[in-house]
């Protein structure tokens, strides 16, 4: 098999995936090859800036997760009758056994779900830096997996 029915080959399965024909006899095909390597960047783009969102949003969840815990634990240690303590990060000033166990599986999944957000938030602005500066190699990277 010739390199070229190779070439044709793969773009017949990326073109299937986005619903795309290419005439191949034509002298004239690559508008279609344009349009192909368009979407399957404008594809990459969408799926990466909905990764940000939700980063964000996860992040916004964190912070809120969290004051709504700082300040149910402020409140519930001022209703026993204690001193109010220090405003620190992560109760610093008292020991972690003081929390119940709903307030430690918050902070847990707080932590998680803050550093799965952060770790996204980096690589989906990297990713998306990528497909504004050098699509190409995002078409690159979508056609491998066709490559046998």
Not at 2 to 8: G, H, N, V
Not at 107 to 127: C, D, K, P, Q
């Given at each position: ?35 192909l390597?368009?979407?399957?960047i ?16 996860g ?5 809120i ?6 300040k ?6 001022t ?8 405003k ?16 430690l ?12 957000s ?31």
């Amino acid at each position: 098999m010739e390199m070229s029915d190779q070439i044709i080959k793969v773009l017949d399965e990326v073109c299937k995936r986005f619903g795309l024909v290419i005439d191949w006899s034509k002298d004239n095909v690559l508008p279609y090859v344009q349009e192909l390597a368009h979407k399957i960047i404008m594809y990459d783009m969408v799926k990466t800036i909905t990764v940000l969102v939700f980063s964000v949003i996860g992040l916004v969840a964190v912070g809120i997760f969290l004051r709504i815990l700082f300040k149910e634990y402020i409140t519930y240690k001022t209703l026993e009758g204690e001193e109010l303590y220090k405003k620190t990060f992560f109760f610093i000033d008292k020991s972690w056994g003081d929390l119940n166990g709903f307030g430690l599986t918050f902070v847990i999944a707080g932590g998680v779900i803050g550093i799965l957000s952060i770790i996204y938030l980096f690589t989906g602005t990297g990713h998306l830096i990528q497909n504004l500066t050098f699509p190409e190699l995002t078409v690159i990277e979508f056609i491998k997996p066709f490559l046998n």
